[in-house]
C-alpha cells in the first residue's frame, strides 16, 4: 500500500525558504503525474507544481519562486519554497496520480508571518 508523508513545514517570516518533503512508501507504477497543492483557510485546494512526463508546470503565483525537485533513490519528492510571501501560508499536500490510484499525503502547514 503507497503512503505519502510530507514534511518541512514550519513558521517562516516573509522572505524567507523552506523546503517540504514528500516520502513515498510502497511501490508505485505507472505514474501519470506527481503535484504539490495548498489549502488556505477557508479557500479551496489549489495546484502549486505538477510533474508529468518530466516536466514540471508552476501556478503563476509561485513561479520562479518554488522548485520541485526529486530523488528517485530514496522515493521523495522536495518542494523549494523561496521568496515566501504571506499568501503562501497554507497547508501544503503532495498528490501522486498513477494509472490505478490517486494519493494524497496528509498535509505539511506552512506559515509565513512576522
Known amino acids: 500500500q503507497v503512503q505519502l508523508v510530507e514534511s518541512g513545514g514550519d513558521l517562516v517570516q516573509p522572505g524567507g525558504s523552506l523546503r517540504l518533503s514528500c516520502a513515498a512508501s510502497?511501490?508505485?507504477?505507472?505514474?501519470?503525474?506527481m503535484g504539490w497543492y495548498r489549502q488556505a483557510p477557508g479557500k479551496p485546494r489549489e495546484w502549486v507544481a505538477i510533474?508529468?512526463?518530466?516536466?514540471?508546470n508552476y501556478a503563476d503565483s509561485v513561479k520562479g519562486r518554488f522548485t520541485v525537485s526529486r530523488d528517485g533513490a530514496k522515493n521523495t519528492v522536495y518542494l523549494q519554497m523561496n521568496s515566501l510571501k504571506p499568501e503562501d501560508t497554507a497547508v501544503y499536500h503532495c498528490?501522486?496520480?498513477?494509472?490505478?490510484?490517486?494519493?494524497w499525503g496528509q498535509g505539511t502547514q506552512v506559515t509565513v508571518s512576522s
Open positions: 498528490n501522486i496520480v498513477t494509472a490505478f490510484n490517486n494519493y
Open positions: 510502497g511501490s508505485l507504477f505507472s505514474i501519470n503525474t
Open positions: 510533474t508529468r512526463g518530466g516536466i514540471t
